[in-house]
Nanobody, 124 residues
Framework: VQLQASGGGLVQAGGSLRLSCAAS????????VGWFRQAPGKEREFVAA????????YYADSVKGRFTISRDNAKNTVYLQMNSLKPEDTAVYYC??????????????????WGQGTLVTVSS
């Protein structure tokens, strides 16, 4: 499966952005999907994940209550709605797809495929 992340940009603190992760190739519904981010000089970290059906979602504590992950399997797309953005949310955001999606959704090694990343910059 090929993943294409988009929707990043420059936004002021307190603003919103919606990221998209569009998939092509194999049947999208067999994959759980996660969003990770990597800030300059830092390691990539887990942000949010969603199960194959969309019935379960998971969030890092740092984004809980501000970010919402969702998916539209008819469109082969997963979204990350980001509200109340903070300067510390500035990072390159990556989406990944996992064939065997389990409790290890926070672990990057769970994911089989990755998109190219989209840059989110939040100004203060």
């Amino acid at each position: 499966v090929q993943l294409q992340a988009s929707g990043g940009g420059l936004v002021q603190a307190g603003g919103s952005l919606r990221l998209s992760c569009a998939a092509s190739g194999r049947t999208f519904t067999i994959y759980g999907v996660g969003w990770f981010r990597q800030a300059p000089g830092k390691e990539r970290e887990f942000v949010a994940a969603i199960s194959r059906s969309g019935g379960s979602s998971y969030y890092a504590d740092s984004v809980k209550g501000r970010f919402t992950i969702s998916r539209d399997n008819a469109k082969n797309t997963v979204y990350l709605q980001m509200n109340s953005l903070k300067p510390e949310d500035t990072a390159v955001y990556y989406c990944g797809a996992a064939r065997y999606f389990s409790i290890a959704y926070r672990d990057q090694s769970t994911y089989d495929y990755w998109g190219q990343g989209t840059l989110v910059t939040v100004s203060s």
